[in-house]
């Protein structure tokens, strides 16, 4: 059983690697056939690859410049023969787009899960799960452009308040005009002398309703104000 929100493999023209996508609608057509309306993620080998040096350094500071005499399907083969912690992290890593698409129900292949990359978590948290992938980076396929899906701090004086040095005085603002305190509650009133001006209030309220005319209950209110 499948559902909106669910990730989950499509099988990708029969060979290689099933597409991870995210189910958005679920519309059943007029021949009865079933459409899933997807949400298209990307894995490292189907994203240009001179889009992969910018990933690498988003994750590891490190910018790789690429062999372009070495083959990038092989060199990820190695890193995945070599279970390196680099290599992990490639392989469960996909990059989440903005683009949309309609595919048949059919190619469903089995679920996945899917979540954004948390910093405070190892990567072995990711695959120690089965079929469980992260992204970090938003891949633009027509813009071919890699972007982090998190905000930013601005930085710089425009955004951030100038901090007073401590022990610093800074002078008090003039009051025009001070409100009037209404209430004590360090007073010397009595139980008795509360209850009392509660029941005044009341009182009061009651006889305004009783005066209002689309009242329904005039007469008991005028009674028992």
Known sequence: MYRVGDYVYFENNGFGLFSV????????TPNGTVEARVTCFYRRNEIPASLIPLADKHHWGT???PDPDSDDDDEQSLEKKQETPRAKHKSRELFLSRQVETLPATLIRGKCSVTLFSEVETIESYCSRNDAFFYSLVYDPVQKTLQADKGSIRIGSEYQAQIPAVGSKTPEPEIQEEEEQ????????????IDQ???IARSVGTFARALDCSSSKQPSLHMSA
Not at 21 to 28: A, G, M, P, T
């Open 182 to 193: 209404l209430w004590e509650p360090t007073n010397k009133l009595t139980a008795a002398e």
């Open 197 to 199: 001006f509660i029941i």
């Open 21 to 28: 996508r995210r189910i958005e609608e679920l519309n059943k």
């Open 63 to 65: 910018e790789v410049e």
